[in-house]
């Protein structure tokens, strides 16, 4: 599997941004997809993702209500749409994939086998 995540940019806070991360292959629906972001001398952290069932699942309370994740199988496309940004949601973000993360390791970014090359988001106060 191969993935492109695109849809980056500058935003003031407060703006949106919606991502996109293109995934070759035809099992595209098959697999734990997932949103990550790594800001400057951080970690790389979780944001959403889906399970294998395809439920939607999201991080902290820092984006729940303000992110959005969605798919669309039919085009091989997962999305993350990012409302109300602030300068802390500064990242570069990556989507991730693989075909056989549980449900309880869906954080972990270790797990994933399959890396898009990222997205940078930067939003200014």
């Known amino acids: 599997v191969q993935l492109q995540a695109y849809g980056g940019g500058s935003v003031q806070a407060g703006g949106s941004l919606k991502l996109s991360c293109a995934a070759s292959?035809?099992?595209?629906?098959?697999?734990?997809m997932g949103w990550f972001r790594q800001a400057p001398g951080k970690e790389r952290e979780f944001v959403a993702g889906?399970?294998?069932?395809?439920?939607?699942?999201y991080s902290t309370e820092s984006v729940k209500g303000r992110f959005t994740i969605s798919r669309d199988n039919a085009k091989n496309t997962m999305y993350l749409q990012m409302n109300s940004l602030t300068p802390e949601d500064t990242a570069v973000y990556y989507c991730?994939?693989?075909?056989?993360?549980?449900?309880?390791?869906?954080?972990?970014?270790?797990?994933?086998?399959?890396w898009g090359q990222g997205t940078q988001v930067t939003v200014s106060s």
């Open positions: 292959g035809r099992t595209f629906g098959r697999y734990v």
């Open positions: 991730a994939a693989d075909p056989n993360i549980i449900r309880s390791s869906i954080r972990d970014s270790a797990r994933y086998k399959y």
């Open positions: 889906f399970s294998r069932s395809g439920g939607a699942i």
